[in-house]
């Protein structure tokens, strides 16, 4: 039997196999289809089928994860959407916190809103604070406003009510009208999506939900369709924004919840490796063809955050904490109207790609630029599958950046680099340093299709001492997908202060939620010995506004007191102090819900009989060092424990590592490269 993950990235869909028989694990990748994602998806899996004489009735099951939801978003092409709310709470979504993305550049501005204003339409009702109904719900505004919604042509519907996580009963009566009315429109209640207080974050969350409701299920559906035409008959999960899989159903009705869907995947992925390799503490840094994202984890954890913001609109759902930055090996490099060189965020991406892919690209990027340097290899990429034309790269970087700056084309490629290097260490600074890490406690994790290529430049910058590679970088994100669990994240606010009356208000409440969780692991078809639940709960001192998440070893109708030390104690970690004089209130009850899944083995490659593990050498650009002649490796057959110095080159299929003069690289018991930045 075999299982498949696969991540579709912006300039390759990356596949990692699991011969569950055999034990043995197979990579691929192919360009991505950015028009409709799931061609490349069945391409890709064609040919593993094909290359490795598989029976596709014997692929039990595919993970999945995708950018579908945040591109929609970012590009504007979600469904036209409306919202029914309480009267008076129309412009929640438009009026925001009132603060400005940049306090003092009045050039940018907040994003407009993706409901317009004449589609935010009001009802009468009203439920308090504390779950009483003050206005009934009026059904005759609710199928009015249904009607006009019709009219207008919308194909998904948002109903948000004021407290409706106290009470949901008016947001699912006001669905029930909307959906006789309004069969064919997807509807998203913010009872079900988000279900906790806070009502901008609540409501810009489920709009953007519903926005993408309606395009993620016929992406689905024809990804159904195209999995279905080749034979596969298991099961195909996605994976979420906090790095757990879930069901098709699950992602047709909270789609928002993949925001950030393949690199949390790599970021499970790193946290595993990392604790087999000896590595608990690790900033991660997976570089991919349009972007770079950041991410720590720390004693073989990840971080999580509660919010983030998706192509600049709130988004309030547990999620992996990553930071991403436009750079990758498609960010192109130009000379703005200052005279100035810049690197990115503009990408070639997939469609046309970088100049020396061939592909109708015509402006140099950071991938042209490692190719002219001697870090790519100048022929061909993907072993071969992908030529390279380093002569059209060398031309574009000459014409378009080196002879308008005076620069000979090795400074302006190089010069290419350091700009997009300096963007990435800012990036890894805004997630250690400059959150109270000592980076010299972590090591550099780099996967992606080029977080190799720049990882050794970036951790001598950062003063990060060892850099960790894995396997074939390039498609770590999917094989993370065969690393993650099933999962989801429920949670219901409950303010009030933490009394002994309201601590069993929280049991109960938490209770429920068990009873809840498990429920939904059942349905994702999740054995009852292999379920697992975590609690926890969100508390503040009184007259703060933020919260910190405590975890608890379960429900205890005697556990009030515990909570309390615990969140003393996590509030002196995060925050650096303790007001033990004040009353503490609790927020949020959380319960994660975890369906543990077999895991990838993680073993060393096996090398092919015969094959030199020296592939040859040629001259590599060095910037103050010039050109220095440096040794090509074949990763694959590079022998367990060797430890060799640079400068240096390994290749594999999906990445290639550059190991700079002075730095050492060893190969590890179970086949990573631990470089030595620092003697």
């Not at 869909?13 to 360009?31: A, C, I, R």
């Not at 994202?293 to 971080?303: M, T």
């Not at 200052?338 to 100049?355: D, M, N, T």
């Amino acid at each position: 039997m075999y299982r498949i993950g696969f991540d579709v990235g912006g300039t390759f869909t990356d596949f990692t196999m699991l011969d569950e028989d055999g034990g043995s694990v197979h990579y691929f990748k192919v360009p991505s289809t950015p028009h409709d994602p799931s061609e490349a998806i069945e391409t890709g899996l064609a040919a593993l089928i094909d290359v490795h004489s598989i029976d596709p009735a014997k692929i039990r099951h595919l993970g999945h994860g995708t950018t579908v939801a945040t591109n929609m978003v970012i590009e504007r092409k979600g469904a036209l959407t409306g919202l029914i709310t309480t009267r008076g709470f129309r412009d929640t979504l438009e009026i925001g916190r009132q603060t400005r993305p940049h306090l003092y550049d009045y050039s940018i501005s907040r994003p407009t809103p993706l409901v317009t204003r004449k589609l935010r339409l009001e009802v009468d009702e009203r439920i308090l604070s504390d779950g009483t109904v003050e206005v009934p719900l009026n059904e005759e505004q609710v199928a009015e406003a249904a009607r006009k919604l019709g009219e207008a042509g919308v194909g998904a519907v948002v109903i948000c009510f004021l407290h409706s996580y106290r009470r949901p009963e008016h947001e699912r009566r006001a669905a029930e009208i909307v959906r006789a009315i309004l069969p064919n429109a997807y509807v998203s209640l913010s009872s079900s999506v988000l279900p906790e207080f806070r009502e901008f974050e609540r409501m810009s969350t489920t709009v953007l939900n519903a926005y993408m409701g309606p395009r993620m299920g016929t992406y689905l559906e024809r990804l159904l369709g195209r999995v279905s035409d080749l034979g596969i008959t298991g099961e195909l999960n996605t994976v979420h924004s906090n790095g757990g899989l879930m069901s098709v159903p699950t992602v047709r009705e909270i789609p928002v919840r993949t925001c950030v869907s393949g690199p949390a995947a790599g970021v499970i992925g790193a946290a595993e490796i990392g604790q087999v390799a000896n590595f608990p503490n690790l900033v991660t840094f997976d570089v991919g063809g349009t972007s770079t994202d950041v991410s720590v984890i720390v004693g073989g954890k990840p971080l999580f955050a509660s919010d983030r913001l998706v192509a600049d609109y709130p988004v309030k759902t547990p999620m992996i904490d990553i930071h991403v930055i436009g750079a990758g090996g498609g960010s192109i490099a130009a000379i703005d109207d200052a005279g100035a060189l810049k690197v990115g965020p503009r990408s070639a991406g997939a469609a046309p790609g970088p100049v020396a892919y061939g592909r109708g690209g015509t402006e140099p990027t950071i991938t042209d630029a490692n190719i002219v340097l001697g870090r790519l290899d100048p022929v061909a990429l993907l072993e071969g599958r992908l030529p390279v034309d380093a002569a059209a790269a060398r031309k574009a970087i000459e014409e378009q950046i080196a002879r308008p700056l005076g620069l000979s084309v090795e400074e302006a490629a190089y010069g290419i680099l350091r700009i997009a290097n300096a963007n990435m260490s800012r990036a890894i600074r805004s997630v250690s340093t400059e959150r109270g890490h000592d980076v010299r406690d972590f090591a550099l994790f780099a996967y992606g299709g080029a977080g190799p290529l720049h990882a050794c430049d970036l951790a001598q910058d950062c003063g990060i001492r060892t850099v960790l590679v894995p396997q074939e970088p390039g498609t770590l994100c999917a094989r993370g997908i065969l690393l993650s669990d099933i999962n989801m994240d429920f949670v219901r606010s409950e303010l009030s202060i933490a009394t002994p009356a309201a601590w069993s208000r929280a049991c109960e409440v938490l209770t429920e939620m068990e009873a809840e969780a498990a429920a939904w692991l059942s349905r994702e078809g999740v054995p009852e010995a292999d379920t697992v639940l975590r609690i926890m709960v969100d508390a503040r001192y009184d007259g703060q506004n933020f919260e910190v998440s405590v975890p608890l070893d379960g429900v205890h109708a005697d556990g009030l007191e515990d909570l309390i030390a615990r969140f003393r104690r996590q509030h002196v970690q995060e925050y650096g102090y303790d007001v033990s004089d004040r009353p503490v209130e609790i927020v949020n009850c959380r319960v994660q819900a975890i369906g543990r899944v077999s895991r990838v083995p993680i073993a060393p490659p096996v090398p092919v009989p015969g094959l030199d593990a020296v592939k040859g050498r040629r001259p590599v650009y060095f910037g103050e060092q010039g050109w220095v002649e440096t040794s090509i490796y074949r990763r694959g057959q590079l022998p367990i424990g060797r430890t060799f110095a640079g400068p240096a080159i390994i290749e594999e299929m999906s990445s290639t590592l550059i190991v700079r003069p002075g730095q050492t690289v060893t190969v590890d018991p179970v086949g990573n490269l631990i470089v030595s930045v620092f003697e």
